[in-house]
């Protein structure tokens, strides 16, 4: 077996994106890229860039050192009981991508001593700008490293505490709705102030961009880059202040928690 090889379980959307990320990046070669679905019809443009396209998830499992878990919640179960006699825990890795299920309920199904990783990325990883948040179960703590460098490969890693899964699921993968909900608003006010939709989009885009990247160059918060562009009694704090008047920070942080206690209940 490659140690390189890398099975991606679920070849729906975020099993494409996983599997063109991992190619594109260059980190891995076609041949160590392996993805299987029922229905492969959908898969040809990724065999025709030489990965193994397959529906057969044992003849997969056998080759594979790293195994991805990309179905939905529903579908799990069927698929770990039907690779199981094919799995080894001195030979094989499980990455779940899987919204909601635990480490324990994966390995109350393929055993305790196996190596199970969480991970939740979010849709960013179609172009490698995904934030992934990861959670390592005893065994799988000693391949740390490895699991990050295939994440990393599509994005930036987090590694957490599984019992923080849930507020990855809101900050990391529905965050992208929140902030594109961010990036709408800032277009609707932009063709109020007299841009057309185009232009005021792509002025809203492109500012968000230079705000994250800000944070990141300077390594700085928030509220240090603000106040470089708040001038006393100017317009920037004008609309900052009637924005928090109107309540923005905690309708945004009151969406966050929401969305976290919708989690909760549905676990119930
Ligand atoms: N989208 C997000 O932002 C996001 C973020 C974090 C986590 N997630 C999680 O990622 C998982 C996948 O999401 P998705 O949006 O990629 O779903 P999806 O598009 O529905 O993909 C699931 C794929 O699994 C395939 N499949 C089902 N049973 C299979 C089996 N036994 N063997 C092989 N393939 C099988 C299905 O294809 P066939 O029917 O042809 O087999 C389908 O292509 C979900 O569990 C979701 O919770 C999603």
Redesign the pocket.
Known sequence: MNQDNVAI???????VAIAEGLLSNGRYEAHNLFI????TKTLQGLKEKGLTVTSD?KEVVKLCKWVLL????N?LE??LN?IKPYLDPERHILIS???GVSIQRMTSIVGDSFPVVRS????AIAIHQSMTCLAFNEKSIEVKESVQEIFDCLGSTLVIEEELMAAATVLC?SGIAFFMRFIRAATQGGIQLGFDAEDALKIAVQVSKGASGLLEAHNSHPEQEIDRVTTPRGCTIAGLNEMEHQGFSPAFIKGLVTSYERIQNMKK
């Open positions: 379980l679920g070849g729906g959307n975020l099993g299987t679905r029922r229905n998830n990309c179905v939905q919640p579908q069927d698929l039907e991508v899987i919204t939740m990325p979010n849709t993968a």
